[in-house]
């Protein structure tokens, strides 16, 4: 009987460790600055005809992903802060993967961006420029015949954080330390039968 009582206890103390981990996590998180995310997609076609009845678009994997990457770059991202008249240091310019990311959908001529800030009217001032911006880049305006480029999802910013999800973390521990807890506790259980 007295084994019982102490098995409860240990039962008691992981719920209640885990409890206060799961709290923990959640206050960290809560009190970290919001990041939201402005998400869409675009494609770009060729139009390899100059005759306009016989229009034969190109599409091109290669040229797909040099799109692709020129979006993440430190110069797109400098550009594109300062047509949103946005404060945009050098600092910040050297990690542009923390502000923008795309990837070429799988098999086609789609390509996702995200674009994170931690204010919403940012997002929202750089989703109206990064069209134009796009359109006025070396990789779209040098190439010949120029590349038309036509949105898929427009930008939009979700009224979401996209990080950190402090109510999501703090779940995520509290199972985990309830199951890693409760693993020991038949492990060690066991073993002294």
Known sequence: MENG??????????????????????????????????????????????????????????????????????????????????????????????????????GSNVIQVNMFSTSKDTLGKLSLKFLPVLNESSIISQTVPRPTISITEPLYTTPVQAYPKPLEYAGLVLIGSLLVGIMFLYIFSSNEN
């Open 5 to 106: 009582n102490s098995l409860k206890k240990l039962y008691l103390a992981v719920v209640l460790v885990s409890f206060a981990l799961a709290v923990g996590v959640y206050v960290y998180f809560a009190t970290e600055t919001p990041v939201y995310a402005a998400r869409g997609k675009f494609s770009y076609y060729i139009n390899t005809s100059s005759n306009q009845s016989n229009n034969m678009p190109y599409v091109s994997d290669t040229m797909t992903k040099a799109i692709a990457d020129s979006v993440q770059t430190r110069s797109f991202l400098s550009k594109l802060y300062q047509e949103a008249n946005i404060k945009f240091s050098s600092s910040q310019a050297n990690k542009p993967n923390e502000y923008i990311t795309s990837s070429v959908v799988t």
